[in-house]
C-alpha cells in the first residue's frame, strides 16, 4: 500500500476516533485518543509506518496497532469511517 494513502488513512481514523468518544462521557477514554492522535502528529513514522508496534513500550500502540490494521485494508477502512461518521 502507498504509504501517503496509509499516513491518510491512519490520520483520518485518528481524528474521527477522537471526535466519536468526546461525545461520550469518558475523560480518561477521551485523553487516550487524544494522546494518540498527538503521536501521530509528532512522529511521522508511526503514520507512515506498516509494522505492529510492541504495546509493551506504550501503552498507545495498541492503538496505532488497531489504526495500522483498519487503515491496510480498505473494507475495514470504510466501514470504521461510516460507523464512526453516524
Known sequence: M????????????ACLQYNHVRKGNNPIRIEEQRQVLHLLLRRPQLLFSEKRLSKDQLKEYKQLNVLNARAMRKDLYTSTKKMLRD
Open 2 to 13: 502507498n504509504k501517503i494513502v496509509l499516513g491518510k488513512r491512519k490520520l483520518i481514523l
